[in-house]
C-alpha cells in the first residue's frame, strides 16, 4: 500500500490540485491522508469545500480535523472522502484509527481535548478493533517527547495520551502534524512516527507499507514536496 500523508493544509479554500494528482500518478498512491488543520478557525462548510477538491482527485481519503477546525467537522462524508476522527476502519488488512483536535495549547483553538478525554476516545476506538490488527494512527497531535512535538527552542508540546498508546499497542506507524516546525520521520520503540510538515508549504510524506507474512508488516517512509 502506497500512502500519501499530508497535514496543516491551512486552506482558504484552494489546495495543489495539480501537485497531488501528479504525485498520485507518479507514485502509485492507493490512499491518502489528512492529519487535521485543513483550516485556520474555518467553518465546517469551508472544511467541506477543502475536501470536495481531495475529494475529486477520486483516489480514497481518510481525514480528521485539526485544532484549527470547526468542532462539528468530524463527519463530512464524499464519495471518496471518509472520515476517521474517533474512528476504526481497516483498509487493506491495516486498521486506521483517528484522533483529530489536540491536546491544550497556550492560546485559543476551537477544537480541543483533555489529554483524559484522548486517552478515552482512543481506548474506546481500540477495543473495538481486533486484539492483533496491525495498526496506523492518525492523530493531528503528536507524541510527547518525540522528534515531532518540538516547538522553536526544543520544548516538547505533543500528546501524553498519545505517546501512552503508542507505547501500549505498537502501532506501525503514527502520522500525526500540528507542529509545523518539527517536520521529522523517526522511530519510538518499533513504530514509525511521521510528522509530513505543513501542506501549506508544500510538503507531504510517501508511505510505503508491505505484508510479509500474517500481521507482520514492512513500513518506510520520505518526505516529498508539490
Not at 490488527?133 to 518525540?146: E, Q, R, Y
Not at 522553536?152 to 507505547?167: L, Q
Not at 521529522?184 to 513504530?191: A, C, P
Request: proline share 6%; with cysteine.
Amino acid at each position: 500500500m502506497n500512502i500519501l500523508a499530508v497535514t496543516d493544509i491551512h486552506s482558504s479554500g484552494r489546495i495543489n490540485q495539480t501537485g497531488l494528482s501528479e504525485i498520485i500518478a507518479q507514485e502509485n498512491i492507493d490512499l491518502l491522508i489528512i492529519a487535521g488543520d485543513l483550516t485556520t478557525w474555518g467553518t465546517v462548510k469551508l472544511v467541506e469545500k477543502i475536501l470536495e477538491k481531495f475529494n475529486a482527485l477520486e483516489i480514497p481519503v481518510l481525514y480528521i480535523p485539526g485544532n484549527m477546525d470547526a468542532p462539528k467537522s468530524t463527519e463530512i462524508k464524499l464519495t471518496n472522502v471518509t472520515p476517521l476522527h474517533n474512528k476504526a476502519i481497516e483498509l487493506s488488512g491495516i486498521t486506521f484509527i483517528g484522533i483529530g483536535g489536540s491536546n491544550p495549547t497556550p492560546f485559543p483553538c476551537p477544537n480541543i481535548f483533555s489529554e483524559e478525554e484522548i486517552n478515552q476516545m482512543l481506548e474506546t476506538v481500540k477495543q473495538s478493533t481486533e486484539e492483533k490488527a496491525p495498526i496506523i494512527l492518525v492523530s493531528h497531535a503528536p507524541p510527547k517527547n518525540s522528534e515531532a512535538d518540538k516547538v522553536r527552542g526544543g520544548h516538547h508540546v505533543g500528546s501524553v495520551a498519545v505517546r501512552d498508546f503508542i507505547e501500549k499497542y505498537n502501532p506501525l506507524a503514527v502520522i500525526c502534524g500540528h507542529i509545523h516546525e518539527s517536520k521529522s520521520i523517526s522511530e519510538i520503540e518499533k513504530t514509525l512516527c511521521v510528522n509530513p510538515g505543513p501542506m501549506a508549504h508544500n510538503s507531504g510524506a510517501l508511505l510505503k507499507v508491505i505484508k510479509e507474512k500474517a500481521n507482520k508488516y514492512q513500513i518506510t517512509a520520505r518526505f516529498i514536496e508539490f
